[in-house]
Nanobody, 125 residues
């Protein structure tokens, strides 16, 4: 049984940084592409970033390019999302998701097989 646990969320001031972690257990991480999604209050969930299982190809939503960096450490079964220059509009619950196969990734929810419970990120002064 694959389980996903996110951590690293919290309250940060505008312009600040946070690093989210996504730990996958129950199966080797390198079987999966991993994505981060987020859902702000009153809005639909949207794809933030993802990384493939091999070569580490990445995708970023346009509004995150240059601010967010996704990386993976297969030995630690962990994927990271480094978030810099945070803005109030980045406030959301951030979810980690895993897709079997994993040679491709994109921001489409139904392509992902396993989901975590989410971690809250609040950007406010």
């Amino acid at each position: 049984q694959v389980q996903i646990v996110e951590s690293g969320g919290g309250l940060v001031q505008p312009g600040g940084s946070l690093q989210l972690s996504c730990v996958v257990s129950g199966s080797p991480l390198d079987y999966y592409a991993i994505a981060w999604f987020r859902q702000a209050p009153g809005k639909e969930r949207e794809g933030v970033s993802c990384i493939t299982r091999s070569h580490g190809s990445t995708y970023y939503r346009d509004s995150m390019k240059g601010r967010f960096t996704i990386s993976r450490d297969n030995a630690k079964n962990t994927v990271y999302l480094q978030m810099n220059s945070l803005k109030p509009e980045d406030t959301a619950i951030y979810y980690c998701a895993a897709a079997q196969g994993g040679y491709y990734c994109g921001p489409v929810e139904h392509e992902y097989d396993y989901w975590g419970q989410g971690t809250q990120v609040t950007v406010s002064s």
